[in-house]
């Protein structure tokens, strides 16, 4: 959207000119004021420092305009994965509460008996979308649901009116094509039932050119809608067009550590971080000039890619705000921006040889098969196979430690943007502030209904944000409330200002307490200094975790071997394929030795 902040700087214009006749009208004719609009726009994978309103060197101007005529969060955490902080979302109860404590493809066979192990969203737990339709709300969906695909699991039996949805947890963003091999085919969905993508597919751009149907162009004065847009930017595969990719392609050439200095800055300077803070060495990050000056360049033109990708997602968002715009619903509409997780940083596909110069493997013959390259001059493009590995992810979070699936504030906290008004007047009594408040996946439900002015029996475990945006309050939970989480083995206890930590990282992982407000970027253990307090923290995580059913996983467990190893079991037909591929020219190989050692003792 061009010129998104001076639209933005208009409607708040607007709104100060008719915020005092507004209730003279409605109170005058008798018409109570119509509920809003709920826009609810989720990123995947995007890192804590990757938003210009967060300090970032990424040109995002139209969430950055909703920063500026709404609330920055600084202190907002979510799950180290997509699939459970989906399901806190949909239904402001923890993830292990209602069966998603893991992504269904990373639950080992040990866990799956137990209820809080299923993988998928339990049908018996209300969706926000089965309460606002209720209410009265139109509810679309479009991108990634990854809540379970079986009859009755489906966004469009959810509560959603109309759907396009994404089972699995990615894909292409170009193709209607998988991006592992554990998945036989990329499963979209239109309104319950399969559907095939257009030839001219990009996902930011199809995902808001759907939202925009589903929204249409009529806005039915007696129906608000709540319209929740997942986005696939900026999951694996990396991909972005290369008008977006190419603005960046000098902009990274200094290497991740510079990066990372640059993004703490960012942060500081938004007032984000109260100072620029230096993050602990991550050690999956490797000095950039142990790189060779060929490596230095593909690994700055793949972050390009990463911020084109961010980009691309962010001019979408300003075309699906023009048209709310276009239709007059834009006084009457709010916005909730987040993301799903921290940036995405394990080495996955690079572990199984997704780079130009890695050894044939099964993952880079799957990759040949299907038609994927890693060639550098049209890196994102289509048939483009990207990630940028854990070294540009921590810096994509700034100081913040470690990254996805970890339970370091790199995997855990993410930007968070509500903005907008209800019947013309600002939901935020200060525009472009930041609260510092700490906030929780499952908080997200209860603000969306709260907003909507829909009341419900359903007992959250999250608190409602909405004092936080309408008076000068601080806090929504008081020092002594925590809150537990858990994945893959990876913990955590949050209370007040501390955080209890338990990373699977290394041969000795040990439990951790830091102080984030004196130390966000974890990097000074408190757990012998205060010993009474990391007892009380230990003590309240474990009664937590009994009561929601936490299971513990094997020293061996590994979530990214078990995403493969689960999902190749499923594939027999794929792996005898490659089997094939590996064995055929090994045992041509075999026989000509043979041949050849037959005719030399022969003659």
Not at 87 to 112: C, F, R, Y
Not at 198 to 211: H, I, N, Q, R, T
Not at 217 to 246: G, K, N
Not at 315 to 329: F, K, Q, W
Request: charged share 20%; glycine share 10%; net charge negative.
């Amino acid at each position: 959207m061009s010129g998104g902040n001076n639209k933005w700087r208009s409607a708040v214009l607007c709104v100060l000119s008719v915020s005092v006749l507004l209730p003279v009208i409605a109170l005058a004719e008798g018409v109570a004021p119509r509920a809003p609009n709920i826009v609810l726009l989720l990123a995947d994978d995007l890192g804590f420092a990757d938003l210009g309103a967060y300090g970032s060197e990424i040109q995002t101007p139209n969430i950055d305009g909703l920063a500026a005529s709404g609330m920055r969060f600084s202190n907002f955490h979510v799950a180290a994965s997509c699939a459970p902080t989906r399901a806190m979302l949909m239904t402001g109860l923890d993830s292990h509460t209602v069966g998603v404590a893991n992504i269904p493809e990373a639950i080992p066979d040990e866990q799956t008996h137990a209820p809080a192990y299923q993988g998928v969203l339990d049908t018996n737990v209300p969706t926000i979308a089965e309460m606002l339709q209720a209410a009265g709300y139109r509810t679309i969906m479009t991108g990634k649901w990854h809540l379970g695909l079986a009859d009755g699991e489906r966004p469009s039996q959810r509560g959603f009116d109309r759907t396009l949805m994404l089972a699995d947890t990615g894909a292409d963003n170009w193709r209607q094509r998988s991006y592992l091999p554990i998945y036989a085919q990329a499963n979209w969905y239109e309104d319950g039932e399969p559907t095939t993508l257009p030839g001219d597919f990009y996902s930011s751009e199809y995902l808001v050119d759907k939202a925009i149907e589903y929204i249409g162009t009529d806005a039915d004065a007696e129906a608000p809608f709540f319209a929740y847009v997942a986005f696939q930017a900026v999951h694996i595969p990396v991909q972005a067009p290369a008008a977006f990719r190419d603005k960046y392609l000098q902009t990274y050439a200094d290497g991740w550590q510079a990066l990372r200095t640059a993004r703490s800055q960012g942060l500081a300077d938004a007032g984000i971080l109260p100072e620029r803070l230096q993050g602990l060495p991550m050690p999956t990050t490797p000095d950039w000039r142990s790189l060779t000056p060929e490596q230095q360049a593909f690994e700055a033109r793949g972050m390009a890619v990463y911020a084109g990708m961010v980009d691309a997602m962010d001019h979408h968002i300003g075309r699906l705000v023009a048209h709310i715009d276009s239709i007059g619903e834009l006084d009457n509409t709010i916005f909730i921006f987040l993301s799903d997780n921290g940036a995405e940083g394990s080495l996955a596909t690079r572990a199984l040889g997704n780079r130009a110069d890695a050894p044939l493997g099964p993952f880079r013959i799957w990759m040949r098969w299907v038609g994927y390259n890693t060639d550098s001059e049209t890196l994102g493009e289509r048939d483009s196979y990207h990630d940028i590995g854990p070294a540009w992810a921590s810096a994509a979070v700034g100081p913040l430690a470690w990254y996805k699936f970890f339970a370091g504030e790199g995997g855990l906290r993410v930007p968070l943007v509500i903005s907008g008004f209800r019947n013309g007047q600002s939901i935020t009594s200060q525009t472009g502030g930041v609260s510092h408040a700490l906030g929780w996946a499952t908080d997200i439900a209860p603000t969306v209904l709260g907003l909507a002015g829909v009341q419900t029996s359903t007992d959250f475990e999250g608190k409602t944000l909405i004092p936080l945006l309408s008076a000068d309050q601080p806090q929504v939970r008081g020092d002594e409330e925590g809150f537990g989480y858990e994945l893959g083995g990876n913990k955590a206890w949050f209370q007040g200002d501390y955080k209890l930590l338990f990373n699977r990282y290394g041969d000795d992982p040990q439990w951790q307490l830091f102080n984030l407000k004196a130390d966000l970027a974890e990097t000074r253990d408190l757990s012998e200094s205060e010993p009474e307090r990391f007892d009380a923290m230990r003590a309240s995580y474990d009664a937590w975790a009994e009561a929601h059913g936490v299971l513990p996983v094997t020293a061996e467990y590994d979530q990214r071997q078990t995403v493969f190893t689960k999902g190749l079991r499923n594939r027999p037909g794929l792996l005898m394929g490659l089997a094939l591929v590996v064995l055929i020219p090994l045992l041509a190989v075999i026989f000509l030795v043979v041949l050849w050692f037959r005719r030399s003792t022969s003659a």
